[in-house]
């Protein structure tokens, strides 16, 4: 059974997402675009590294990793609900952690997120219609129709749409989830 909490990523793993995502959140925040060649340095360099560190089952955890990373970030992106800077930074997350800890991280990211969009709702003091067009797009996106159709707004490519630099997110997401690795495996030694 897959433990909740996977050991400590390989040191060389841990920079690496660390010199992915700090300067994928600084461009987000400053600009709210995360370059393609970052997306794709991260994305080389975490199939490398674990190819070099873990040898054919190595290649297969980045792969895994990348693959759920980007598959789930690119529904989210054709939902109009993440950019695709967002997608390609996901991914190349992915292929750094692997799978497992790449879920952990998408928990931990979702939870800052979540955390973020409330506190942006509240200060522009949106917090209301914020949490109607959450139910609304639950509803419709179960009855299988595209929220933003009928409300544009609703689409996160649209300029009066409340956004965020989900960079942000997925950088204290990372940390986090480093940082609970590392917890585990001090209180373990214990």
């Known amino acids: 059974m897959m433990e909740l909490i996977p050991p400590p990523l390989h040191p060389l793993l841990q ?4 010199v992915l995502v700090l300067p994928a959140a600084w461009f987000d925040f400053r600009s709210r675009r995360i370059p393609n060649r970052l997306c794709v340095a991260g994305f080389l360099a975490g199939i490398a590294a674990n190819a070099g560190l873990g040898g054919w089952g ?24 993440m ?7 996901m991914g190349a997350v992915g292929a750094i952690a692997g799978l497992h800890t ?47 159709m009928r409300h544009e707004h609703l689409d996160v490519k649209n300029p009066e749409t409340l956004r965020l630099p989900h960079g942000v997110s997925i950088a204290a997401g990372t940390a986090a989830a480093l940082a609970l690795a590392w917890w585990k495996a001090a209180a373990q030694a214990k």
Not at 71 to 80: A, D, K, M, R, T
Not at 122 to 137: A, D, E, F, Q
């Open 15 to 18: 920079l690496l997402l660390i």
């Open 58 to 81: 190595g290649l297969k955890t980045a792969l895994a990793g990348f693959a759920v990373a980007f598959g789930l970030y690119f529904v989210l992106y054709l939902l109009h609900a």
């Open 83 to 89: 950019g695709a800077g967002d997608v390609k930074l």
């Open 102 to 148: 790449w879920l952990v991280i998408f928990a931990a990211t979702s939870i800052f997120g979540m955390i973020a969009a409330l506190a942006l709702a509240l200060s522009k003091g949106r917090l209301g219609p914020t949490l109607w067009n959450v139910m609304y797009l639950v509803r419709e996106l179960l009855a299988f129709r595209a929220p933003w």
